[in-house]
């Protein structure tokens, strides 16, 4: 997990304690939508359903510590340019180079 972005073992024990304060049953997992309504403050979207599939995570209902720490450290490290390509490739998935009103 630490590989995934270098973390500190001070990073990963702020990740630690931000998972579990937003674990609110405390039994170690934390659900999708709590995930991105919690720490995201976004609800669940097309966008969000991409991330979990460009990190593997597909259609999983709960995030692990790992898989929380995962989806942070690749979203962080994506720079304005590489999320701007991610919507696109979200919205274009024909590739053919439009996006279309009912894409939308």
Same mark, same amino acid.
């Given at each position: 997990?630490?590989?995934?972005?270098?973390?500190?073992?001070?990073?990963?024990?702020?990740?630690?304690?931000?998972?579990?304060?937003?674990?609110?049953?405390?039994?170690?997992?934390?659900?999708?939508?709590?995930?991105?309504?919690?720490?995201?403050?976004? $609800?669940?979207?097309?966008?969000?359903?991409?991330?979990?599939?460009?990190?593997?995570?597909?259609?999983? $209902?709960?995030?692990?510590?790992?898989?929380?720490?995962?989806?942070?450290?690749?979203?962080?490290?994506?720079?304005?340019?590489?999320?701007? $390509?991610?919507?696109?490739?979200?919205?274009?998935? $024909?590739?053919?180079?439009?996006?279309?009103?009912?894409?939308?």
């Amino acid at each position: 997990m630490v590989e995934l972005g270098c973390l500190t073992p001070g990073e990963l024990n702020k990740l630690y304690r931000l998972f579990r304060r937003v674990d609110e049953d405390k039994d170690g997992v934390l659900p999708i939508k709590d995930f991105f309504q919690d720490v995201c403050a976004q $609800e669940l979207t097309m966008f969000s359903d991409g991330l979990l599939q460009l990190v593997g995570l597909g259609k999983k $209902e709960a995030l692990s510590f790992g898989e929380f720490c995962r989806v942070l450290v690749v979203y962080c490290l994506f720079e304005k340019k590489e999320i701007l $390509e991610f919507i696109w490739s979200l919205l274009d998935q $024909e590739k053919t180079g439009f996006a279309h009103k009912d894409d939308f």
